[in-house]
């Protein structure tokens, strides 16, 4: 009777190894790595305030959305820094609303949630003089890049960098 006792209890204490194994093995594999969520909430949330941002209609200029303005103000041209020819607006040209609202926008949603950021503009000399940043933006990033067209043959880029 001891040996048949002794036996059974060899195997419990097997099953409870093996169920101990398998616990700890289901926990690594199913947790997810929080740098690589957190690296894609930071792209998806650039790519996502882009698209809404550029859809948003400004108060004045005959309630322009930005990317109205902003495809306006890339014909425009420079001279020393300053932009001629954009449409003129009640409180300026169509590039210096984008500018504005762009960065009201980047200032009450990621400012507000402690991010720095970069945002920027690639294409023609006009719009490369939009640029909104926060803090320093020097180590690790995630973003997102919306090209957008212009006209034929002529596109700008639109680049939103969520620093860490």
């Known amino acids: 009777m001891s040996k048949g006792q002794m036996e059974i209890f060899g195997l419990v204490v097997i099953v409870i190894l093996l169920a101990i194994g398998l616990l700890f093995a289901i926990v690594i594999l199913t947790k997810t790595p929080t740098r690589d ?3 894609v909430k930071e792209s998806l949330q650039a790519a996502n305030f ?13 309630k322009r959305a930005v ?9 425009a ?5 300053r932009w001629i020819g954009a449409s003129a607006c009640e409180d300026g040209n169509t590039c210096e609303l984008a500018q504005d609202m762009i960065q009201t ?5 990621l400012g507000d949630w402690n991010k720095n950021y970069r945002f920027f503009v690639n294409g023609t000399r006009a719009v490369e003089l939009i640029k909104v940043e926060s803090g320093p933006c020097s180590g690790e990033r995630e973003g997102s890049t919306r090209p957008e067209k212009v006209r034929p043959g002529l596109d700008i880029v639109l680049t939103l960098h969520i620093c860490r």
């Open 37 to 39: 969520v957190a690296r």
């Open 50 to 62: 882009l698209n809404t941002m550029m859809g948003t209609t400004s108060q004045g200029c005959g």
């Open 67 to 75: 990317r109205e303005l902003l495809q306006d103000c890339a014909v």
């Open 77 to 81: 041209g420079v001279d020393n820094g």
């Open 105 to 109: 926008m980047l200032n009450q949603t």
